[in-house]
């Protein structure tokens, strides 16, 4: 498990900007572009990232914004404690539906509340080591697999296998190599597949189903 996250951002930005990651000291930006099929771009993810205040505490700040015959946007915050999620709330504009959701847990009980435009909220107890399916970090979602994900996009808890590591692979990044470990997951019952940078464990790429076909997001 990478225990020290901003520094693992701060060398993945370096790839990227060493400038830019010289300069980042509160909190660091990771944006990814999304594509649909062979390279129609429909929007972006980005992942803000800083210090939670205590020891090994981090924040997660995540937005999708996608756009393409319909519109798909999401805001949520993920707070991490030991490598452990300690709440998450977020909601999203999907088409024409609105999706309202919160984890919380107290007492030892780990619950999800999802709401769907003026449905009344779906609450379920779900285990102790639930995480958002954001997949940000090698060592936190592959490295330490997860029954269940929560979909950033409705809320709604699903089933996860836990993931397989394919190998190693070799990428050019902004005209340099980096290696780059490959995993696959079935997730729901689909086949996902995922691209870490083998020295930060930070997300590289991210591939997953959609109805339009295959749906690519790649750090920029």
Same mark, same amino acid.
């Given at each position: 498990m990478i225990r020290h996250t901003l520094a693992a951002v701060a060398v993945a930005t370096a790839l990227v900007a060493p400038q830019a990651a010289m300069a980042q000291s509160a909190a660091t930006v990771l944006t990814y572009v999304g594509t649909i099929g062979d390279s129609? +771009?429909?929007g972006t993810q980005t992942f803000t990232i800083s210090s939670g205040g205590k020891p090994d505490s981090y924040v997660v700040q995540g937005k999708v914004d996608? @756009?393409?015959n319909v519109i798909n946007q999401s805001n949520y915050t993920e707070n991490w404690e030991a490598a452990r999620l300690t709440s998450f709330k977020g909601q999203t504009r999907d088409r024409d539906d609105n999706y309202v959701y919160e984890m919380t847990a107290a007492g030892g009980k780990v619950q999800v509340s999802a709401t769907k435009n003026k449905d %009344?909220? @779906?609450v379920k107890d779900v285990n102790p080591d639930v995480a958002p399916a954001s997949f940000w970090l090698e060592g936190w979602f592959m490295k330490a697999p997860r029954a269940q994900y929560i979909s950033t996009n409705s809320g709604k808890v699903k089933p996860a296998k836990p993931p397989k590591l394919e190998g190693q692979q070799e990428i050019s990044y902004k005209g340099q190599r980096a290696k780059v470990n490959y995993y696959t997951m079935d997730f729901d019952g689909e086949k996902y597949e995922f691209w870490y940078f083998a020295d930060? #464990? !930070? !997300?590289? %790429? +991210?591939? &997953?189903p959609s &109805? #339009? #076909?295959k749906v690519v997001f790649t750090l920029q």
């Open positions: 129609t +771009r429909m996608l @756009n393409i %009344k909220p @779906n930060t #464990g !930070l !997300l590289f %790429k +991210r591939s &997953e &109805e #339009g #076909g």
